[in-house]
C-alpha cells in the first residue's frame, strides 16, 4: 500500500513536473513574442519620431549680416522641386459695391510639404500691368524666382516656405482703394482660405487665429505691390510680422521722390506701431530697390523718415538681430526681375523665430 501510494505521488510529482515546465516554455515565448513586437513598435515610433522630427526641425544657416548675390547656380532648377498650383477663391471687394469677385492666386508648395508639418507663408504682390504669375510663373512655365526658392531651401538658407501670389481687382474707383482693398482681400479672404486648406501656423482661420500666427506670415510686393505692403503695415499690423517693401513709397508720384507726400504718409506707419501695442521686436521691414529705378530714392526716404522715430524703428545694415528696419540699393532698373536678389536677400532675414 506504502509502495503504491509512493508511486502515485512519483507520478503526480512528473506530471506537475512537466505540466510546469511547459506552460513556463509557453510563457517565455509569448513573453518573447510580445517583448519582440513591443520592441518593433518601438523602433517603428522612434523611426516615425525621427521622420516627422526631420522634417520639422530643418537646419538652417545664420541670417546674413550683409548683402548677398544670389548664387548664379539658384537661377537653374534644383534637385529637390517645390510645386506650383492655381488656387481659386472667392473676395468680396470693401468699397459700397460689396461684389463678390471670382479670384486667382498663384501658390508655391515647397519640396515634400506634408500637412503634418507647420509652414511659414508669405503674401507677394505685383506691379501695376503684372498679374498672379509675375513672380513665379505659372505650373506650366515657372519662373526664375521659383528656381531661386527651391534652390535656397535646398540649400538650407531658409525653411520650407509657402508663397501666395494675388493679383488685384481692377474695378475700385482709385488707386488707394484698390490697393487698400488688396490688404483687406488678403486679410478677409485669402488668408482664410489658403491657410485653411494648408498647413500654416494658423490653428484655424478665425481671426484671432490669424493675428496669433502673425510671427509665421509676411507680405512683399513689387512697385504697386511694395506700396500695398507699406500700406498693409498701416493698416493690418496685427497679421503680419515681416514686410518686404520693394522699388515704391506709400503713394505714387510719377517723377519717384515726392518730399510732401513722404513727409505726410510715412509718420503714418510710425503712428501706426505706436498704436498697435507691438514691441519693435514683433515687426520688421526688409525695403529694397534698385540704384537705377526712378523709385529707389521714393523708396528710401521712407526708411530714412521712419528712423526719425526711435521708439518704433531701429535701423540696422546687418539682420533683424540688431533691429526691425533695412534698406538696400541693388543694381536694377524698375522691372519686376530686378527684385529677386531683394526677395532673395529679404527671405534669408525672415522668419528666425
Not at 27 to 45: E, P
Request: aromatic content about 14%; glycine content about 6%.
Amino acid at each position: 500500500m506504502k509502495v503504491k501510494i509512493k508511486k502515485t505521488s512519483i507520478t503526480m510529482f512528473v506530471l506537475l513536473a512537466i505540466f510546469f515546465i511547459v506552460f513556463f516554455i509557453a510563457l517565455n515565448c509569448v513573453y518573447s513574442k510580445s517583448k519582440d513586437t513591443s520592441a518593433k513598435k518601438t523602433t517603428n515610433n522612434q523611426s516615425n519620431n525621427i521622420s516627422k522630427s526631420t522634417d520639422k526641425i530643418v537646419k538652417i544657416k545664420d541670417a546674413p549680416r550683409s548683402v548677398c548675390s544670389v548664387p548664379s547656380s539658384y537661377k537653374k532648377e534644383a534637385k529637390k522641386q517645390g510645386e506650383l498650383l492655381t488656387f481659386s477663391y472667392k473676395a468680396k471687394m470693401t468699397d459700397k459695391s460689396k461684389r463678390i469677385v471670382d479670384k486667382k492666386a498663384t501658390i508655391y508648395l515647397p519640396h515634400g510639404y506634408n500637412d503634418k508639418n507647420k509652414y511659414d507663408i508669405i503674401y507677394l504682390c505685383h506691379g501695376y500691368g503684372a498679374n498672379e504669375n509675375t513672380f513665379l510663373g505659372s505650373p506650366d512655365n515657372p519662373r526664375e524666382f521659383k528656381n531661386i526658392l527651391d534652390n535656397m531651401i535646398e540649400n538650407g538658407e531658409i525653411k520650407p516656405v509657402i508663397v501666395v501670389t494675388p493679383t488685384y481687382i481692377d474695378n475700385y474707383s482709385n488707386y488707394y482703394d484698390k490697393l487698400d482693398g488688396m490688404t483687406d482681400e488678403i486679410v478677409n479672404d485669402l488668408i482664410p482660405a489658403v491657410e485653411g486648406k494648408y498647413s500654416t501656423y494658423a490653428k484655424n482661420t478665425s481671426h484671432d487665429e490669424i493675428i496669433k500666427s502673425r510671427n509665421h506670415r509676411a507680405i512683399g510686393g513689387f512697385s504697386m505691390g511694395g506700396c500695398t505692403t507699406w500700406r498693409a503695415f498701416r493698416r493690418h499690423l496685427d497679421c503680419f510680422k515681416y514686410y518686404m517693401p520693394m522699388s515704391m513709397p506709400m503713394y505714387y508720384y510719377e517723377p519717384g521722390y515726392n518730399k510732401l507726400q513722404n513727409d505726410k504718409t510715412a509718420p503714418t506707419l510710425a503712428e501706426a506701431a505706436a498704436n498697435s501695442g507691438y514691441k519693435p521686436e514683433d515687426y520688421a521691414i526688409y525695403a529694397a530697390s534698385g540704384d537705377k529705378d526712378f523709385m529707389n530714392e521714393a523708396t528710401k526716404q521712407v526708411v530714412e523718415k521712419l528712423k526719425e522715430y526711435p521708439d518704433q524703428f531701429k535701423y540696422t545694415t546687418t539682420n533683424f538681430s540688431d533691429g526691425n528696419l533695412m534698406f538696400t540699393t541693388f543694381s536694377g532698373y524698375h522691372r519686376y526681375y530686378f527684385s529677386n536678389p531683394y526677395m532673395y536677400n529679404g527671405l534669408r532675414r525672415f522668419f528666425r523665430e
